[in-house]
């Protein structure tokens, strides 16, 4: 599903998926009301969400839909696709529980990239704000350091959550630790339980946080 106020936009990004066999567009909307309404209705596998848009953000419409589908479901996964890559829009779209960033002139590639990465579990932030963001996030926390961040998980899962911080995917991770890809999606499970945290991403951003990656 696509949400953005211009439909030149929302067209564009329609013929951008639609060219791919396992992608199919079922609903569109123009404001995040609408957005928040439509996903509640067609229950997309996932919603590109724009967010300066009338009515209700974005990031708004995202921290609506997380808080109803709760941390653990596996609803409609909502990746964040805007013309700006500030700060405290990649900070609040993570914080509301968007499962990416793209920026709109990353191209086509990476958008259905990042359509593909929220649907496997995994999630996808355009490389322009990577750098900014591990390095606003690699600030150790005052409130737990990194070794008592580390005692909260198990040997085996601190090291899924520092592939994961080093944006492996699972088939990754699986194949480095020489587990099933099963046995990695349980161990993330558990962290997401442990820590808490709503998806990889913010296990990501827990670890970077934590200096449990530097």
Request: a neutral charge; proline letters at 3%; one cysteine or more.
């Amino acid at each position: 599903m696509i949400a953005d106020d211009q439909e030149m936009v929302r067209t564009g990004f329609r013929l951008i998926l639609e060219s791919q066999d396992d992608i199919s567009v079922i609903g569109q909307a123009s404001d995040g009301l609408e957005a928040v309404e439509t996903v509640r209705r067609l229950k997309p596998d996932v919603c590109l969400m724009d967010i300066r848009m009338p009515k209700l953000d974005g990031l708004e419409a995202t921290k609506r839909l997380r808080q109803e589908q709760g941390a653990a479901a596996s609803g409609t996964k909502i990746v964040i696709v805007t013309t700006f890559d500030l700060d405290e829009y990649v900070y609040g779209a993570l914080r509301a529980g968007a499962s990416g960033f793209v920026v709109k002139n990353s191209g086509p590639r990476l958008l259905v990239e990042a359509v593909h990465a929220a649907v496997n579990g995994d999630s996808l932030i355009s490389p322009s704000v990577t750098v900014r963001l591990l390095e606003h996030l690699n600030k150790p926390s005052r409130a737990e350091t990194a070794a008592a961040a580390a005692r909260r998980l198990t040997p085996q899962e601190l090291k899924v959550v520092t592939l994961v911080a080093r944006g492996r995917t699972n088939n990754e991770i699986a194949e480095q630790m020489v587990l099933s890809l099963s046995t990695i999606k349980s161990h993330l499970s558990r962290i997401q339980d442990k820590l808490p945290a709503r998806n990889r991403v913010e296990i990501a951003a827990w670890a970077w946080e934590h200096g449990i990656v530097s």
